[in-house]
């Protein structure tokens, strides 16, 4: 197993910070965020850094070979139902 423990940074859950909690981490999936996670594996301290979810941006121009700016309706229709 490749687990560890990220301890001594400021969680935000993706709407509000929560404070300094423990998060247990496994091959980079989140297992728990507690305030004192106990198991025997490496900690991994923070230093007070800021924690979040990785955030992915989906803006995009079009699908499709279709850019929105010059398609028409039945292509946005198209690039909807593709979306």
Known sequence: MNRRILVNGTVF?????????DIL?????ILA?????TQDC???DMGGK???PGFIDIHIHGALGWDFTNAGIAELKK?????
Not at 25 to 29: A, Q
């Open 33 to 37: 965020i507690e305030d004192h996670i």
């Open 25 to 29: 981490i496994e091959e980079g999936r």
């Open 50 to 52: 800021y924690l979040s």
């Open 13 to 21: 859950n993706g709407y509000r910070f929560i404070g300094h909690k």
């Open 79 to 83: 690039i909807c139902l593709f979306l």
């Open 42 to 44: 490496p900690r991994v």
